[in-house]
C-alpha cells in the first residue's frame, strides 16, 4: 500500500537545537519520515533528538487530520439538516394540499347527504397521507440524531492503522463500527488513558516500519493479526518512541527474547518528562 503523502508542513524549530553541521542530515530524515513513514535508525543521543521531532511531526499530522475530519463532518450534517428541511416543507406542502382536497369535497357534499359515507372516507385519507409523512419525517430524524461513534483520539489512531495498511482481522472490511477496533478501542481507553495521543500515533508509526523491514524475523510479523491483537499484546510499550530499537525485532525466534524495555508506568513517566522539557 502506498503510504505516501503529497505535502507536509515543515517548522523551522524541527532543527532550532541541532548544531549547524547536522541540520541538513535531520531535515532528510524528516521528509522521510513524514512523506514516506521512514524512521531512521538511530542509537544514542541522536535516538533522542529524533524522538523529539518524530513526536512534533505526529502532532501536526494529527492535528490536520483532525481538522480535515471537522470539516468533513460538518458538510455532512449540514447536508443532514438540509434534507430535512426539505423533506419538512414536502410534508407540510402534502399536508396542506390534502387539507385543501378535504375542504372542497366537504363543502361540494354539504348538500347531499347520501354521500356522507364517501366524506368519511375522504377524511380518513386525508389524515393518514398527513400521519404517514410526518411519521417518515420524525424517523429520518431519529436516524441521523442516532449515529453516535466515539472521538477523540481513537478515532485518529483508528485512521493512521488503516492508512498504513496494517492488519485486521477483517481483511478489507476494516471499519469503526467493527467488534475489531470497539475491543481496540476499549482497552485504548482503559490501559493507556495516560499516553498522549502522539506517542500512541508513534507506536504504531513504528510498528508499521518493523512490518516492512526486511530484516524483520517472518515469524514475528505472523503473530499479529488485528489491531485490538496489537494494543493488547504485551509488547506494546516496545514500540513507544522511549523504547522503541529497530534491534530488537531483527533476530525474533519463537523463544521470545529479553525484553529490555520499561514497563507502561515508566513510560509514561519517561514521555512527561520529554514533554515537559
Known sequence: MDTRK?????????????????????????????????IPELTGFEKTVWAKIQRRIDYDIASWEETKKSRSEAGR??????GI??????????ENEANEAQLQTAKQNEAMPQNVQKNEANEAVSVNVSESVNEYVSEYESVSANVNLPTGY???????????????????EFLWETTEFGKAYDTLQRCYKGLHSNDVMSAIRNYSYVLNNANVYDG???????????????RFTDFLPC??????????????????????????????????K
Open 154 to 172: 481513537a478515532k485518529q489512531v483508528f485512521n493512521l492503522y488503516k492508512e498504513l495498511g496494517l492488519p485486521c482481522c477483517n481483511g478489507n
Open 243 to 276: 523504547n522503541f530499537d529497530i534491534n530488537n525485532f531483527t533476530n525474533w525466534s519463537d523463544q521470545k527474547p529479553e525484553n529490555k524495555s520499561v514497563g507502561l508506568d515508566r513510560a509514561l513517566e519517561i514521555l512527561n518528562e520529554e514533554n515537559n
Open 6 to 38: 503529497e505535502s507536509f508542513v515543515f517548522h523551522a524549530e524541527y532543527l532550532d537545537d541541532l548544531p549547524e553541521e547536522h541540520r541538513a542530515t535531520y531535515a532528510l530524515y524528516v521528509f522521510d519520515y513524514a512523506i514516506y513513514g521512514k
Open 220 to 234: 514475528f510479523k505472523k503473530r499479529i493479526r488485528s489491531f485490538s491483537g496489537f494494543v493488547n499484546w504485551e
Open 85 to 94: 428541511t426539505r423533506r419538512s416543507k414536502r410534508s407540510t406542502a402534502l
Open 77 to 82: 450534517n449540514g447536508g443532514i439538516k438540509s
